[in-house]
């Protein structure tokens, strides 16, 4: 290769050597591959020169449009042309490279962006002569780089970090001879390599490689080389900083006029953001899987739960509305019997249209609902649910009207469509009010398709609650609105859909109130088996006494007037009931008859306006309830001076412990849990009654004896002594009476309120007829009623173990310990089952072994965790022995129940312990139980700082032990209950 001289030869030694003219050609595909253009600017005569695609660059019609400074500066941007023009002026004066990014606006007005690098050549004086350079359009670039900006923001990324990324992609362009060996690298590629250009020739550039990276790439290198494939290859290297970087690199081969390959020309490219971009992806979909499956699990989990639900609670309402309903037909009570048993068949009806409620839900998750259509009177069909409504409309004075078609033919589910129009009554008469109140229901058709809409005249729905209410456990602000499962509008929603109809929400015509608009196809889809319909089957829709239509079945709305005397009557205390529960209202009255005078109100706003007028000595109230919650009057009492000191009761369905502590302290001075028992509520009554008696007789003898305070002081002592045993004696009845029942979701939440209310009528109604009618039932009216009470127990203790383990599940279960007798608890709990056990032809033996100490810790707790091992071992036992067996070594106490049921498989003793899990498949199991006994206990037991174990081979029984701490209350007083706990 020849040195030129003259001004080429200058400008050879400011820029380096350049190819010689035989290799022209491999430059022009390199500027051509790369998209540049070249110019040139004379310092001497002030002519600029351009090469076509420089003209393309900078957008104008050729080379002759851009001859001069004056006509390239016309063209830069207003906002960097001072910059781009300084930048110009800094390389001439000083002889650097000129390198700048700016926009120009060409004569189309299409704004671009331009990277333009050039150099300054100096004649054989050395003076400059000339600046040359290159050009590119970097409008895609500046476009992706905003594009990568953009995403980066999406992704949530360092804005820093990303716009470096954007702003810092290496473009190397490089030059190889036929066989591989490198002739020209661009010095963006050498800046990235920190190798002279040099070094990096004979494949000098693979020491920037990772060493076990090189043979594989030039394998495939040389392969390309031998086949002439194009050459796509992603590789790392190590930059000038020592990190490890991802380049793709692209080669193409250059052939001559005979196909031969005469060299290679190719670029780089950093795509090290690329790929741990991908890296990051491919981390969070990874992430994302393990949610999904997690989801999946939960999601077995529920059917689960709602299968041993469908098992466990409807077959103790059975077991209530059977003997219920065989006691009302005979027609042989008497009248106080009837309305008696009539409220609690309302109840049971409601529990288990809560029940169905889950079990539709549930059934829908699991797509073991599908439509089954028959031909249908859609409009006989409107009026055969309508009359349901018709006793409810008329007992409360509800204007129901109905505008259908003589008739209308359908194909549709029609069980289902009437679920779905009963579930829109419903909703409609639980908000419209009474005397004034009007519903209507209107069905037509349009076209192809039919129209229901269910119409009222109350409160309406607010704008954005209108898609959320048909969303499942969701409820309307309007606090009228908080009764039910929040799952009606939802299930006619699903129905809704799977016909492949439409359900929406709007405004009433006039403004006030709602119209639920449903519409249905007329034909079943194409291909669909039609059945044929002769008669309307009776949709399976809930009993009329439901509360959701306000109809109260026939029961008085308040209680009888009790048998008493008027002149001892008016000596008694006067006590306000607040209870939206027209039947537990009711109860509340009849329980306390005889010990006080009962006053009644409906919600909150109504107790708050009595207790002003009637100045009562005690207020019993419930929480949830309309218009004004139960917390919200005490709160308001409160702030009345003189009502503060009125002593106030809670009767609530809510085991909610933040919320009964917050109401003890100073608000509230009892709070009891529903269900309860009615001598338990006259007890607390009662001794409420008295401290409020103490405390007025106590205040009138301070103010009339203010002389003699020596003598007030040992009253007062005295006073407060029985004061502080009345206080113990409640604390002990209400930690007996409540169960430990929380959720943490608004499922359990609802569960807790609306299974727990009807759970009270019953368990009031099985006491009020005992204690009522006991000695003049027969016998076999005497074994209904102990039937129907064992069923409502277990009912309630089916539901009291779902909220136990919720309780512990959310991490509020309250320890309180204390140094008692293991083994005499253990006795008392084999005594408390001997007579099941007894029943079922098992022999129950309890045994000590050997001197076992007192041990400190919770016994209300141990004494669920024993009578779950021994309520287990007497439900999987047919006859055979149980034991008991307590006993005490090196610092543990521990408890066996050991039986000689049919023991339980290895691969399945892990499982019992999970909640909802049974040995035997819930569509076979014969044994009573959800499932959660044995999670409950292995739960508490690691609360209380023990566990159990099972041992258990197939065929010999199993042996449950409970292995708990014996700790030294000393030290458990001094170091406190969570560090002991832990």
């Not at 020209?184 to 693979?206: A, C, H, I, K, R």
């Not at 204690?771 to 409502?792: S, Y």
Request: hydrophobic letters at 40%.
């Amino acid at each position: 290769m020849t040195s030129p001289s003259g001004p080429e030869a200058a400008t050879d030694t400011a820029m380096g050597p350049l190819p010689d003219a035989g290799d022209r050609d491999w430059l022009r595909l390199a500027l051509d591959a790369a998209q540049l253009g070249t110019w040139q600017f004379d310092f001497g005569t002030g002519f600029l020169t351009v090469s076509p695609r420089a003209a393309q660059v900078f957008g104008v019609p050729g080379p002759e449009a851009l001859a001069s400074l004056e006509q390239w500066q016309a063209l830069l941007h207003p906002d960097d042309r001072d910059r781009v023009i300084a930048a110009f002026t800094h390389a001439h004066a000083a002889e650097e490279t000129y390198a700048v990014h700016y926009r120009v606006l060409p004569p189309d007005g299409a704004e671009r962006w331009v990277s333009a690098r050039g150099l300054v050549t100096a004649d054989p004086g050395g003076h400059p002569r000339r600046m040359i350079g290159v050009v590119e359009d970097i409008t895609g670039r500046k476009v992706a780089e905003a594009a990568l900006v953009k995403r980066t923001e999406e992704l949530a990324e360092s804005e820093a970090q990303y716009r470096t990324m954007g702003e810092a992609i290496p473009f190397g362009v490089w030059l190889c001879d036929e066989k591989g060996g490198a002739r020209y690298v661009s010095p963006s590629f050498l800046e990235l390599l920190n190798m002279s250009d040099e070094e990096q020739q004979d494949f000098g550039w693979t020491s920037r490689l990772p060493p076990e990276d090189v043979g594989p790439m030039l394998e495939h290198w040389m392969h390309c080389i031998r086949t002439g494939e194009f050459w796509d290859y992603e590789h790392r290297i190590i930059d000038r900083h020592g990190e490890i970087n991802t380049v793709l690199t692209r080669g193409r081969p250059v052939r001559d006029a005979e196909g031969k390959i005469t060299s290679w020309v190719g670029v780089n490219l950093d795509i090290t953001q690329r790929k741990r971009a991908e890296a990051q992806l491919a981390k969070k979909n990874l992430e994302l899987e393990k949610a999904l499956e997690q989801i999946r699990q939960l999601d077995g989990f529920r059917t689960r739960f709602f299968a041993n639900v469908s098992h466990e609670l409807r077959t103790p309402l059975t077991l209530i509305l059977g003997p219920v309903d065989e006691l009302l037909a005979s027609g042989r009570l008497p009248p106080e019997w009837g309305r008696a048993l009539s409220v609690v068949r309302r109840n049971a009806q409601t529990l288990l249209a809560y029940v169905n409620d889950l079990l539709d839900l549930s059934r829908l998750d699991a797509g073991r609902t599908p439509l089954e259509y028959g031909e249908a009177d859609l409009a006989v069909l409107v009026r055969f649910v309508a009359d349901h409504f018709a006793a409810a409309a008329a007992h409360r004075g509800i204007d129901l009207r109905v505008a259908a078609p003589d008739t209308l033919s359908a194909q549709v589910d029609a069980p289902k469509v009437s679920r779905v129009l009963f579930n829109l009554l419903s909703n409609a008469f639980k908000h419209v009010p009474d005397r004034g109140g009007a519903v209507e229901v209107a069905l037509r058709a349009d076209g192809e398709r039919c129209t229901l809409e269910v119409i009222d005249n109350g409160l309406g729905v607010p704008q954005e609650m209108r898609e959320a209410i048909f969303q499942r456990f969701v409820q309307g602000d309007d606090p009228q609105r908080s009764a039910g499962s929040g799952l009606g509008l939802a299930i006619a929603g699903e129905f809704v859909a799977q016909h492949g109809g439409g359900i929406a929400v709007d405004d009433a015509p006039g403004g006030t109130g709602a119209v639920f608009r449903v519409t249905l196809p007329l034909a079943a889809p194409a291909g669909t088996p039609v059945a044929r319909q002769d008669r309307l089957a009776p949709p399976g829709l809930l009993p009329v006494g439901d509360p959701g239509t306000g109809m109260p079945d026939g029961v008085p709305s308040g209680p009888e007037a009790m048998p008493c005397d008027p002149e001892s009557a008016a000596k008694l205390p006067l006590v306000l009931v607040v209870e939206d529960n027209p039947d537990l209202r009711a109860f509340v009255a009849a329980a306390l008859g005889g010990i006080a005078r009962v006053a009644l109100a409906g919600d909150g706003a109504e107790g708050l306006s009595a207790a002003e007028r009637l100045g009562p000595d005690l207020v019993l109230t419930d929480i949830m309830m309309p218009r004004m919650s139960g917390d919200e009057m005490v709160a308001a009492l409160r702030a009345r001076g003189e009502l503060a000191d009125v002593p106030v009761m809670v009767l609530s369905a809510r085991a909610d412990e933040p919320l009964r502590i917050r109401l003890l302290h100073g608000q509230v001075q009892d709070y009891l849990v529903k269900p309860f028992a009615a001598d338990e509520l006259r007890a607390r009554v009662a001794n409420l009654l008295q401290v409020k008696r103490a405390r007025d007789l106590l205040r009138a003898e301070v103010d009339s004896r203010q002389e003699n305070l020596e003598e007030l002081a040992r009253e007062v002592a005295a006073l407060n002594r029985r004061l502080r045993g009345a206080a113990d004696e409640m604390r002990v009845a209400r930690d007996r009476a409540e169960q430990a029942s929380r959720s943490k979701s608004a499922f359990l939440n609802m569960a807790s309120h609306e299974l727990r209310t009807p759970l009270a009528q019953l368990e009031l109604q099985m006491g009020m007829h005992r204690r009522l009618f006991g000695p003049a039932l027969n016998e076999k009216q005497e074994k209904v009623l102990a039937r129907t009470a064992d069923a409502t127990r277990r009912l309630s203790q089916v539901v009291g173990s779902v909220l136990e383990y919720s309780r512990i599940e959310s991490g509020r279960l309250t320890v309180c310990p204390e140094r008692f007798d293991i083994a005499g608890l253990v006795a008392e709990a084999c005594a408390d089952i001997k007579s099941e056990a007894k029943a079922r032809g098992q022999d129950l033996v309890e045994e000590t072994a050997g001197d076992v100490p007192p041990l400190v810790s919770d016994p209300a707790l141990v004494r669920i965790i024993v009578r779950n091992l021994l309520d287990n071992a007497v439900k999987h036992t047919a006859g055979g022995r149980i034991s008991a067996r307590v006993s005490a070594c090196d610092g543990l106490v521990r408890v066996e129940v050991a039986d000689t049921g049919p023991g339980i498989p290895a691969e399945l003793q892990e499982k019992v312990f999970e909640p909802f899990v049974h040995v035997e498949e819930v569509a076979r199991k014969h044994a009573p139980g959800m499932g959660l006994g044995l999670a409950l206990s292995r739960e508490i037991a690691g609360t209380l700082g023990g566990r159990v174990r099972l041992a258990s081979s197939p065929g010999q029984g199993s042996v449950f032990t409970l292995e708990l701490t014996s700790v030294d209350q000393a030290a458990f007083l001094e170091n406190g209950a969570e560090r002991w706990a832990s």
